[in-house]
């Protein structure tokens, strides 16, 4: 009881303090330069000037506070031993390269990276087009849309049991392992699987992430003026060139949006890992293994936070891509 | 080589009908101008000719092959939009030949039609560039391009000019014109809302209203024997006055008392026991004068529009009925508020009874020949005559059409 008022006291304040700030500072900028008198025209736009920056400013301050700074202090910490008591310049670095862990998780990281947005992205296309003139293609949409109301925890959590195993012989309560029965072929471990074990982590992810790409290309096929697939009709294209001739390079934009929003998530996945396979068995990715690091056992914040920073250094670039993509698409 | 015959074609979308029994003979190399006002059902029309529409009942055909079900890219023809319908990702080059890529023609061939098509339309220039680097007309020129490049029995054209601006229009109008004129055995249809893109470039236009044909005949024809109320007042601007009336003496010269007491002689004959029909008696602005004697209206000048070489009187725009409109070669001074006579040659007038025109009345009328001289006659060039018949059922415009 005392919990639930705190919460709502919480949020009353919250409310509360947003809308006094911005009423009150508006307020008081309006009383230093009033909009009349002698000098209105001046005080209207140093007002103007001024304004834009209170509405910005407490979202500037606590997007510092929580983002920026954060940044500043994981590269700092990273040039610290373990407990952040001795200062050891690039060693936790230089660990790094060496480290067989981190190889994986690289080349892991790199093997997502491939699959998952191309498959995302093609499997998102397809359904767009496919669903696009079919009666009941809102239907469809909405269930391959569904994943991605599931958290990725809660979707790792259903695909674990969709690859769960049983002793031969006893009764299969994994889909993937009693469709093979059912065939006659033996129940197989799947996630301890070397190798393949990886590709049955990404399917969850392409699961989740084509409804994404499904309802983004969706609507940047309907944006496609009819004229020219009219045009292209004439000129005597069949429906798969008029797809892929007329179509697709008009949505280059928009696929390469999605393609790198996808990357995005694919870099910092680390929630599926954790929860199916915790990075064993050659699973282990970045965001995992820094959480290893970071949390697990006797903590290690230089090398936990020397991980952090290679993965913000390898996001960094796709994501200035695709913000000026996409602001190249909204132009 | 190409002619088309359509033969009651229909097009209905669930139980509305838009298009019904249309017949129309189109011959090769003859330039045809589709108008009508909004939702008439012209692009359906051309639409349906492309093959971009399917046809709900009725036959097409195109050089003698019935092509109802045959699709788009085998009829033989190309089409311009009006949105250009270029390909954005594609150089001007690219989307000329894209049609020759997809018909596997070789390299060569290839350049070779998009180079003598990028020179014809002088767009030799720009054919690296991309479509978002051209201006409009520029743009409307390589649509017309790509029609080229695959050199059509009949070319397509859906308004092709309105979005382009007032001077450009002109310009492009002549350059179509040029076009055609360098293709004589190349058909063209061409679908506009634009009587002056109508006039100018057909060689017979098809007035198309109310889901089928009005009528269908040479710029001038329909403009001087309108078969009913709606093409009368649809072809010329302003459009033509209707002042209604009652037959007064018959004869090949017929007197009309006109509402409000004033009478006109009009050169189209009557016969016995036509006496006292009700009639619109049809006057175009142009063919208005002031009156030294008798006139066939008078009225108080409520607006007059100045344009230089033509002045517009405007009477009775206060009233709910459609103003009477005379347009008088010249300048004008002084005219609002003063009463004004005006008179027509008998020649220049036409009579309409529920709507349709009494010249009709007999059947066909012989082939058209221009009024040359303010007193030529019309009708009396040889009989022989291939028109279409007029379309039964009246078509009357709500108000002024344009």
């Given at each position: 009881m005392e919990l639930l008022w705190l919460a709502v006291s919480t949020i009353a304040i919250g409310v509360f303090g947003c809308v006094a700030w911005f009423w009150g500072s508006n307020w008081l900028l309006d009383r230093i330069y009033?909009?009349?008198?002698?000098?209105a025209g001046d005080n209207i736009r140093r007002a103007g000037q001024i304004r834009p920056w209170l509405f910005l400013g407490p979202a500037i301050l606590f997007l510092g506070m929580y983002l920026v700074y954060p940044v500043f202090d994981s590269l700092w910490r990273s040039l610290f031993n373990s407990d952040g008591s001795q200062f050891v310049g690039v060693d936790n670095y230089v660990w790094l390269m060496g480290d067989g862990k981190f190889r994986e998780s690289m080349l892991n990281n790199m093997l997502w990276l491939l699959v998952v947005p191309a498959l995302a992205t093609l499997f998102g296309l397809l359904a767009a087009q496919l669903t696009?003139?079919?009666?009941?293609g809102n239907i469809g949409k909405s269930l391959i849309f569904m994943p991605m109301a599931i958290s990725f925890v809660g979707a790792g959590v259903i695909w674990k049991f969709i690859y769960e195993y049983r002793a031969s012989g006893e009764t299969q309560i994994g889909l993937l392992n009693w469709i093979v029965t059912r065939f006659g072929g033996e129940p197989q471990i799947w996630l301890t699987l070397p190798g393949w074990n990886n590709f049955f982590l990404m399917i969850v992810l392409v699961w989740i992430q084509t409804g994404f790409a499904m309802v983004i290309l969706s609507a940047a096929l309907r944006g496609i003026p009819e004229e020219t697939i009219e045009a292209a009709v004439l000129d005597g294209a069949s429906p798969l060139q008029v797809f892929f001739k007329i179509k697709v390079p008009q949505i280059m934009g928009t696929i390469a949006v999605v393609w790198t929003t996808i990357t995005i998530v694919v870099l910092k996945v680390f929630d599926i890992v954790f929860v199916m396979t915790n990075g064993q068995w050659g699973t282990q990715v970045l965001a995992n293994l820094m959480y290893d690091w970071m949390?697990?056992?006797?903590?290690d914040y230089g090398r936990g936070s020397a991980i952090a920073i290679v993965l913000m250094i390898l996001v960094t670039p796709i994501m200035v891509w695709n913000i000026y993509n996409a602001r190249k698409e909204v132009r | 080589m190409a002619d088309l015959k359509l033969t009651s074609l229909a097009k209905s979308y669930g139980d509305v009908s838009v298009l019904k029994d249309i017949d129309l003979d189109i011959k090769s190399g003859e330039f045809i101008v589709f108008v009508g006002p909004s939702g008439c059902g012209k692009s359906t029309l051309l639409r349906m000719i492309a093959g971009l529409e399917q046809i709900t009942a009725g036959e097409l055909q195109i050089a003698r092959r019935?092509?109802?079900?045959?699709p788009p890219s085998q009829r033989g023809i190309a089409m311009v939009f009006q949105s250009y319908a270029l390909y954005p990702h594609m150089t001007v080059r690219d989307n000329m030949a894209f049609a020759l890529k997809i018909a596997g023609q070789s390299k060569d061939q290839i350049k070779a039609a998009t180079d003598s098509a990028g020179k014809m339309l002088q767009l030799t220039p720009y054919l690296d560039r991309l479509p978002k680097a051209l201006s409009g007309g520029q743009r409307q020129r390589v649509a017309i391009g790509r029609a080229i490049v695959r050199d059509p029995q009949v070319y397509l054209f859906d308004e092709?000019?309105?979005?382009?601006d007032a001077a450009l229009r002109v310009a492009t109008r002549i350059e179509i014109a040029q076009l055609k004129a360098s293709m004589p055995d190349r058909t063209m249809i061409y679908v506009t809302h634009d009587q002056t893109e109508a006039m100018t470039l057909a060689d017979r236009i098809v007035v198309l209203a109310g889901g089928g044909i009005a009528q269908v005949g040479a710029p001038l024809e329909l403009y001087?024997?309108?078969?009913?109320e709606f093409v009368a007042q649809f072809i010329g601007s302003p459009a033509m006055n209707l002042l209604p009336g009652r037959v007064k003496t018959v004869g090949s010269v017929t007197t009309v008392a006109l509402e409000g007491g004033l009478e006109a002689r009009v050169a189209i004959p009557t016969r016995e026991g036509d006496q006292g029909m009700q009639v619109n008696l049809g006057v175009r602005p142009e063919d208005m004068r002031e009156a030294d004697g008798d006139a066939l209206f008078e009225g108080t000048v409520d607006l007059t529009e100045a344009l230089g070489e033509v002045t517009l009187l405007y009477f009775g725009t206060n009233a709910e009925t459609v103003p009477i409109i005379a347009k008088l070669p010249g300048i004008h001074p002084g005219l609002n508020g003063r009463k004004v006579r005006l008179t027509a040659d008998p020649d220049a007038l036409h009579l309409f009874h529920n709507g349709q025109s009494l010249l009709y009345r007999d059947g066909d009328l012989p082939p058209y020949q221009p009024r040359t001289t303010p007193s030529g006659s019309m009708g009396s060039t040889p009989a022989g005559d291939d028109r279409q018949a007029p379309t039964d059922g009246i078509i009357k415009p709500e108000g002024p059409v344009r």
């Open positions: 009033p909009a009349k008198g002698e000098k696009d003139r079919l009666k009941w949390f697990r056992g006797t903590p | 019935v092509v109802n079900d045959i092709p000019l309105s979005n382009l001087e024997r309108p078969v009913n």
